[in-house]
């Protein structure tokens, strides 16, 4: 069969495709209006009397979430897609509740498990049993999946019906329950990283499954280890964070010291870090006409968050990774609220109490730069088109020369134990000795006694006497004839 050149193209460009079409999955994200907010205190402690945020009730929050089909019959849920948890669950049916529920009776491949489910988030619980299913993600064919029907609720679910957790911790141990290992295995991909892209231009974004996007071959592209979560006593996507600061402009004007784990987690849209930290901070905030406002309630727990009323003059935030500074100061790192016929700016940062040594790193944080999640290597990897949102760290800096500096010194002092040990060996091997060195050696040594031994009896003494005379006369004959032979 013969192919003009159009035709090869149009060849190559369909085996292509479909070899990129058995390889990944990209599957556009859409943004849900949830609840899962903290109420901001009517009586509210700020450091200045004017109080902008009297009229807000609450600050809705946009979230990650994709339609996925469940069952036979394809019962479609919106479901966020958690990096801070590791589980999937749908809702069941509620009998007080009218919202969207899974039902495993009209589903001809549905299956209770015997597992039961209780899993616990910052903000509620839930709680049910575990079923084993089709799944589809709407691009792929079908796949059986074990995830969690949920029947018991202590959280708010609005905007969204279920979850799919995408953290790296497998429940009791067992990757049944992970949905990347599952589409793995069932040859949906070739891999199980995956990572989140925002599109500046076209205000998109894009969840890249099994796939790693060109961006990352990329030679600006950081990337941060991942650690092993004390806090949590498990795996989570976690790097540990080295340093916090503020920036006005291309300016660094307040950097502090920490030591902390930072949780990489969609399933928030704020940058939260510990209530101990704002009072280093908090002067700085203030130079830039911003106010301290405290937010949440009892059953949260308080937080507090940054307003700011110059738009023109907001300030940017930095942290720093092992090797890296990142900044955030884009338009979504904050939210322009009207009140009062005021336009008013609210960072999305909080600093909140009882968050332990871990730091959330939000969905802010997505919009700047693209996230590779990489399980088998153990790290996350990051790239952003913008100049100068991601530098080096001078930490890390530092740890690389000392690094190379001991390199340099135990290379030095090995070379030196090499030069050495050589040395030894030339200079300091067995001498040869003549007969007639041997003569003056062994005269050399009586020498050495004779001065050294002063308390030396008359045997001693008439028996070094006796050796040295016939020494002497030996070596006498020795030089008689050596001139009897010259002559």
């Not at 609840?35 to 901001?40: A, C, E, L, V």
């Not at 899974?102 to 209780?118: A, M, Q």
């Amino acid at each position: 069969m013969k192919f003009n050149n159009s035709k090869k193209e149009f060849f190559l460009i369909l085996i292509f495709i479909s070899f990129k079409i058995t390889n990944e999955i990209q599957i556009p994200i859409k943004l849900v209006k949830s609840n899962f907010s903290k109420r901001i205190n009517k009586k509210s402690n700020s450091i200045d009397k004017n109080n902008i945020s009297q009229d807000i009730k609450y600050l809705s929050n946009y979230l990650f979430a994709i339609d996925v089909k469940f069952g036979s019959n394809g019962q479609l849920f919106t479901m966020l897609i958690d990096t801070g948890s590791e589980i999937a669950w749908v809702p069941g049916i509620i009998s007080d509740d009218n919202n969207k529920y899974y039902n495993p009776g009209s589903s001809t491949t549905s299956r209770r498990t015997s597992d039961s489910l209780s899993y616990s988030y910052y903000s509620g619980s839930v709680s049910g049993h575990y079923y084993n299913d089709q799944i589809n993600f709407m691009i792929r064919n079908n796949f059986y999946f074990t995830f969690g029907v949920v029947t018991k609720f202590n959280l708010d679910r609005s905007g969204f019906d279920g979850i799919l957790g995408f953290g790296r911790k497998y429940l009791t141990n067992s990757k049944k329950y992970s949905i990347l290992e599952t589409i793995k295995t069932n040859g949906g991909i070739s891999s199980t990283i995956f990572s989140f892209k925002y599109d500046n231009k076209t205000k998109n974004l894009t969840f890249y499954l099994g796939e790693k996007h060109e961006d990352f071959n990329n030679n600006n592209v950081a990337s941060c280890p991942l650690i092993y979560s004390y806090v949590y006593d498990t795996r989570l996507w976690t790097c540990e964070l080295y340093s916090l600061g503020i920036k006005k402009g291309d300016e660094i004007i307040k950097s502090i010291s920490i030591d902390y784990e930072g949780l990489f987690d969609t399933g928030t849209n704020n940058i939260v870090f510990p209530l101990e930290l704002l009072k280093e901070l908090q002067s700085t905030f203030t130079s830039f006409n911003c106010y301290i406002y405290e937010e949440g309630n009892k059953d949260l727990g308080s937080s507090k968050a940054i307003y700011c009323r110059d738009g023109n003059n907001l300030p940017k935030l930095t942290f720093g990774v092992k090797s890296y500074i990142f900044t955030l100061g884009s338009e979504n790192f904050y939210n322009r609220l009207s009140v009062n016929n005021e336009y008013i700016y609210r960072l999305r940062l909080l600093f909140a109490e009882d968050s332990g040594d871990i730091c959330i790193i939000g969905q802010s944080f997505f919009y700047e730069f693209h996230t590779l999640f990489d399980d088998a290597n153990n790290e996350l990897k990051f790239f952003s088109g913008k100049e100068g949102t991601i530098k080096p760290h001078e930490e890390g800096i530092r740890i690389k020369l000392w690094v190379l500096l001991v390199i340099i010194i135990g290379g030095v002092i090995v070379l030196a134990c090499i030069i050495f040990i050589l040395v030894y060996c030339l200079c300091c091997r067995k001498k040869q000795y003549t007969p007639l060195n041997k003569e003056f050696l062994e005269m050399s040594s009586i020498q050495r006694i004779e001065d050294t031994v002063e308390d030396t009896n008359d045997t001693t003494f008439n028996h070094i006497m006796n050796i040295t005379s016939a020494k002497n006369s030996r070596f006498n004959r020795s030089i008689r004839g050596n001139q009897d032979n010259n002559y």
